[in-house]
């Protein structure tokens, strides 16, 4: 029964660490533990917004939404509908439906606005690519800067990374992207 949470957890922690098999691997057999077990829609819609990243990160959008749709998030502000809206988030600017992405990003602000760290979610860098990929710049790189000053606030790698790569790829910085390497 335990086992269960221990998988779902350890695949999420391979996942922020890019190990995407190693990942895989532990949200499958947690799929099946969860299931297996019946612990319901909540738990499964929390292990399927990490497994669809894994898809999304390898580049199969198709599976990375075939997964995502099998327990959509329901209404609330809980963890699980929380993950699994900055997963739909992500696919969506990956697909190209940015009006959809800025949509699901306006209710992630409705919802987890009151999240200040970005390890709790990405949606502020995500929604500034798709406003930077529909041509509002100015949007873009405020919501980016923001971005990169709460990471830097929080002080956590993976979090100040991706906010600089996402401020370097929005204005063009080399010395931000290079930085977020060496981060």
Not at 49 to 60: F, M, P, Q, S, T
């Amino acid at each position: 029964f335990a086992v269960a949470s221990v998988h779902l957890f350890y695949g999420m922690t391979l996942l922020w660490r890019g190990d995407l098999a190693g990942a895989q691997e532990m949200l499958d057999e947690g799929q099946g533990e969860f299931t297996s077990w019946g612990f319901g829609h909540t738990g499964l819609t929390y292990l399927d917004a990490h497994l669809a990243r894994v898809w999304l990160e390898r580049g199969d959008l198709a599976e990375a939404r075939r997964v995502l749709e099998r327990n959509p998030a329901g209404p609330g502000t809980s963890d699980d509908v929380r993950y699994w809206l900055g997963a739909e988030h992500e696919l969506l600017i990956a697909e190209g439906r940015l009006e959809e992405a800025l949509a699901v990003s306006d209710d992630l602000a409705r919802r987890f606005g009151h999240y200040t760290s970005p390890a709790a979610g990405r949606w502020r860098a995500h929604r500034a690519l798709a406003l930077h990929r529909l041509g509002r710049q100015e949007e873009a790189v405020a919501l980016a800067e923001q971005e990169l000053a709460g990471a830097r606030t929080w002080g956590a790698p993976g979090v100040t990374g991706n906010a600089l790569r996402v401020l370097g790829t929005i204005c063009g910085d080399l010395g931000a992207l290079e930085e977020a390497a060496r981060v």
